[in-house]
């Protein structure tokens, strides 16, 4: 394959991935944010239902990253 086209994978891979990830981030921590000022008793569970699922969304922006290294190195 062309190496431009490659970089090109690879550069959209991990830019697409990371756009998504500081969207989703951005949203769930807004959320969280509203849930608790509404219900500032539980405030302590929303916040680690919001760590579990702030390191799940960094997992699919860390796959992505994988995947660019991937097409950079291996083809």
């Known amino acids: 394959m062309d190496n431009g086209l490659i970089a090109l994978a690879a550069a959209l891979a991990i830019g697409l991935a990371a756009a998504a990830a ?6 769930a921590s807004s959320k969280a944010s ?21 390191v799940f969304i960094e997992a699919t922006a860390i796959y992505a990253l994988v995947v660019s290294l991937l097409l950079i190195f291996a083809f």
């Open 22 to 27: 500081a969207i989703g981030i951005g949203l």
């Open 34 to 54: 509203e849930a608790s000022a509404r219900q500032p008793e539980i405030a302590g569970k929303i916040q680690a239902m919001l760590m579990t699922s702030i």
